[in-house]
């Protein structure tokens, strides 16, 4: 066992502990049992073969999360303005953006990112490239000017 | 008193405006043509609605760990919802399911 099985099963068993606030047996056993759960499964996703603990993002996260969710509620309304029109005017299309050069976490915090706000879908990851369904030009025009890239790739510098 | 009214007022506003968005999306996923656009208007729900309807939970909470507990459920929600997003989108696009309709509606 490794001090990353350790430290996960910690962090997870205090959780647990601190958010359930019950100790009755019941309780304790399956809150047991779901720590060596997530410790197998993380286990077979390879969670602790990589270097994928993202402390190095933390100073700069609150600022992307305020921006991303700016993001989201304007696409949300984008989105639901297109939904609610009478006549469906959708042009589908299928973008490529292009993040080999980042690392994996930043690759997948972009790529989930894109997915969150509505009008764009990342649908592959796995070639570096990720190729994202957009719902209308409007939307696969913002994300061609890179910002959502560009924001990626910012939080990993620091 | 007002207090506690401008906060039920508050967290009503946005429960409700939470629930559009959730109603929105579920009309968007029965208007859409094919799959991929299904998701996008599905998506409508799992953010926006999610974020709202919460933060509306949230302000009846109060300042206490239910409220922390509910802002738990809404961070672990954005983070898991893109992630099953990208399962299905991923499966759809592996399986062969063409991202570009032969006839779609609105385009030329």
Not at chain 1, 114 to 132: A, H, K, Q, R
Not at chain 1, 150 to 157: K, Q, T, V, Y
Not at chain 2, 95 to 108: F, I
Request: hydrophobic share 50%.
């Amino acid at each position: 066992m490794s001090w990353r099985v350790i430290t996960l099963g910690l962090v997870l068993a205090a959780t647990w502990l601190l958010w359930s606030g019950i100790y009755k047996p019941l309780l304790l056993v399956l809150g047991l049992t779901s720590c060596v759960l997530v410790i197998l499964l993380a286990r077979r996703t390879g969670f602790f073969d990589q270097d994928v603990y993202s402390l190095r993002l933390g100073p700069s996260l609150p600022g992307y999360w305020l921006w991303l969710l700016k993001e989201i509620v304007k696409s949300n309304l984008q989105v639901a303005g297109v939904v609610l029109k009478p006549t469906l005017n959708i042009q589908p299309e299928v973008v490529n953006v292009d993040a080999s050069d980042l690392p994996l976490v930043s690759r997948a915090t972009l790529a989930n990112a894109i997915t969150l706000t509505p009008g764009t879908l990342t649908m592959d990851v796995d070639s570096g490239v990720l190729e994202v369904h957009c719902l209308t030009s409007a939307t696969a025009a913002d994300l061609q000017k890179g910002e959502m890239l560009a924001r990626a790739r910012s939080l990993e510098r620091t | 008193m007002t207090a506690g009214l401008a906060l039920d007022i508050g967290s009503w506003v946005l429960m409700l405006a939470g629930s559009f968005f959730v109603f929105v999306g579920g009309v968007g996923a029965l208007r859409m043509p094919d799959f991929y656009t299904r998701m996008h208007a599905a998506s409508l729900t799992d953010t926006l609605g999610t974020i709202l309807i919460l933060s509306g939970v949230i302000l009846q909470a109060g300042l206490t760990l239910a409220a922390i507990k509910l802002a738990a459920i809404m961070v672990f929600l954005l983070l898991t919802c893109p992630t099953a997003a990208y399962a299905l989108a991923n499966a759809a696009r592996l399986s062969g399911l063409s991202p570009r309709p032969e006839q779609t509606p609105g385009k030329d």
